[in-house]
């Protein structure tokens, strides 16, 4: 009788490991999660630099007047009072 009973709790123990090692709900979704989670880590950190270096460009904006003078004029061609404006034409060659 306890011989039948160890082989009955043996077979249910294998099944059990089973459906632990290939079911969608086990360890394979396990798996693909823990991988999931560290990519996601590390995008989460791509933006957190990404958004520490947009953090300092406003904070410099907001308080330094030369970020904004140099935005000025690379985004709006604007130039300063004291400055002067040379644009150069490339000659057309007669080629």
């Given at each position: 009788?306890?011989r039948y ?7 249910a123990?294998l099944?059990?490991q ?9 360890f ?7 991988a999931a989670?560290?990519?996601?880590r590390?995008?989460?950190?791509a933006l957190r ?7 300092a460009e406003v ?5 330094g ?7 000025a004029?690379s985004d709006l061609?604007?130039i300063?009072q004291?400055?002067t ?11």
């Amino acid at each position: 009788m306890a011989r039948y009973l160890l082989i009955l709790l043996g077979i249910a123990g294998l099944g059990l490991q089973a459906e632990l090692w290939f079911s969608d709900d086990g360890f394979r979704k396990t798996r693909n999660l823990r991988a999931a989670v560290a990519e996601q880590r590390e995008h989460n950190e791509a933006l957190r630099v990404r958004n520490a270096a947009l953090d300092a460009e406003v904070v410099n904006l907001k308080q330094g007047h030369e970020a904004a003078e140099e935005r000025a004029r690379s985004d709006l061609g604007m130039i300063g009072q004291a400055e002067t404006f040379y644009q150069v034409v490339p000659a057309n060659d007669p080629d």
